[in-house]
């Protein structure tokens, strides 16, 4: 079940400028917090 999670919840998910990290703990540092998620797709 956590396979399915760290691809499907942003917060788990691998943070794209340092895949050693999680959005989250990325957030976390920052010192922000996660209040709304836009998705876009690019083409068909």
């Known amino acids: 079940m956590t396979g399915f999670y760290k691809g ?3 917060l788990d ?3 794209a400028k340092d ?3 999680t959005v989250a703990q990325v957030l976390e540092e920052a010192g922000v ?3 709304a998620v836009a ?3 690019v083409g068909n």
Do not use: M
């Open 33 to 35: 917090k996660a209040t």
């Open 8 to 10: 499907e919840v942003l």
């Open 39 to 41: 998705r876009f797709r």
């Open 19 to 21: 895949s050693k990290k």
């Open 13 to 15: 998910q691998a943070f």
